[in-house]
Structure formats: structure tokens, C-alpha cells
């Protein structure tokens, strides 16, 4: 399973391209994630901590799709879901931890840019309370992110990595609300599709891997997941 935003925009958190985005509604907003200019300027760090104390997935519960995919885990049949999200609702839902793997980050950890200590998001935001304004290292004083992964900021090679196995060595591949429009997370399609794996996506709107794939789900993703699943494991 690839997973994007879409499938946990039933829990509240609105996705980033779609009709009522995040981006597509603000393109300015972009900018707060985009690493030269989170690294070059205070104010958009600024900006950024306020976006990430007011992001409504904190309080976000999974939804059907979620626990769908426990499910999936559950009859032995799921090789790993490979998620664009940075919610950590897969894992509430009861996904293991081990099974989840988030090529972009995720929004619980920090870490320093600087000498790479880690911390907790909740920390960082405790300060910003507190009255800070942008929240530094407490170990070296460097740039304080969190571990999520910005435009233009590499991803982990070995995330990829076990995101490319789990693509190769899978018989089925479902993209779940996703657009497909960034890579690398969307040529893992081509890797499955490549090593003979069945290629299904469902997302409310077309993507440019449609034409590749054998069916193309419209349904809303916490209706369509449980019924795929079902189908999937009977």
C-alpha cells in the first residue's frame, strides 16, 4: 500500500493539491515547506511553528481506511504500507510500526539540523508557548525542525530503499490517495508494476499512472478501502 494524504482526509486533515488544499487554496503556504527557505529565514520558521501548533492532525482520529489496512495486516496479507504522511495515523490505527514506512518523515520527532539531536515535536511547541518564537536546539542552539521531509530536502536513502523492496517483492500495489505527482514516492508504481505486480489505485481524481494500472477506484478511500480489502483477502 502507497498512502497519501487523501486517505486521511476523512479524519479532519485537509490534503495538500486537491480542489480545497492546503496549497492549492494558499500557494504561499508551499513555501513554509521548502528547506532553503525554512533554513534562510526566520519569519518563515516563525510561520512554520504556528502552522505545525495549529495542524489539526494532533487531534485526528483514524478513520475506515485506516483501520482497513490493519485489517489487511492482520490476515497476513499486507507486505507494508509505504505512506507519504507525516500523521502517524497508521500506527494509531493500530498498523505496526514495522510495517509503516514514512518516506516523508513524520510530524512527532524533531530534530536538529545542525548536530542532529533528536527531540519531540511537543517539546518544541511547549516552548513556542512559553513565548519563543523559534525554538532552537537546546544542545548546539542550531535550527530545530521537525523530522519531516521538506521540497528539497533529500530523503532517508535507506527509507527509500525499504520502499523499493517492499514495492519489488509485492504481488499487488494500491496507491491510496495520492496524486502521484511527486517522486520518488510515485515511481514505486513503476518499480511494482515493472516486477509484475497488479497495479490499483484508488483517489477521487485522475493520476498520471491511471493508464497503468488495472482498475481505478473513484469511491471515497473509507468506503473503497474496506471493500477492496475484503476483496483482497477473500
Not at 164 to 173: G, S
Request: glycine share 8%; with cysteine.
Amino acid at each position: 500500500m502507497l498512502t497519501g494524504a487523501g486517505i486521511s482526509t476523512d479524519s479532519g486533515i485537509r490534503d495538500f493539491r486537491g480542489p480545497n488544499g492546503v496549497w492549492t487554496l494558499d500557494p504561499e503556504a508551499e513555501k513554509l515547506f521548502t528547506i532553503q527557505n525554512y533554513l534562510a529565514d526566520a519569519a518563515v520558521r516563525r510561520r512554520s511553528w504556528l502552522a505545525r501548533r495549529e495542524n489539526p492532525a494532533w487531534g485526528a482520529e483514524p478513520n475506515a481506511g485506516h483501520r482497513a489496512l490493519v485489517d489487511l495486516e492482520e490476515s497476513g496479507a499486507l507486505r507494508a504500507v509505504v505512506t507519504q504522511n507525516i500523521d502517524r495515523l497508521h500506527q494509531k490505527a493500530g498498523s505496526s510500526p514495522d510495517r509503516v514506512i514514512e518516506i516523508h518523515g513524520n510530524m512527532v520527532d524533531a530534530v536538529c539540523w545542525e548536530c542532529g539531536a533528536g527531540s519531540l515535536t511537543q517539546d518544541a511547541l511547549a516552548r513556542l508557548d512559553a513565548g519563543e518564537d523559534d525554538p532552537a536546539c537546546l544542545d548546539c542552539g542550531g535550527i530545530l525542525k521537525t523530522a519531516t521531509i521538506m521540497f528539497g530536502q533529500n530523503l532517508d536513502p535507506d527509507v527509500l530503499n525499504d520502499a523499493a523492496l517492499a514495492a519489488r517483492d509485492c504481488d499487488v500495489f494500491v496507491a491510496v490517495g495520492t496524486t502521484l505527482q511527486v517522486h520518488p514516492a510515485a515511481g514505486l508504481c513503476d518499480v511494482a508494476v515493472r516486477n509484475g505486480a497488479e497495479l490499483i489505485i484508488v483517489n477521487r481524481d485522475p493520476t498520471p499512472y491511471d493508464g497503468m494500472a488495472t482498475r481505478v477506484i473513484r469511491t471515497p478511500i473509507s468506503e473503497a478501502l474496506p471493500a477492496l480489502v475484503a476483496d483482497l483477502t477473500t
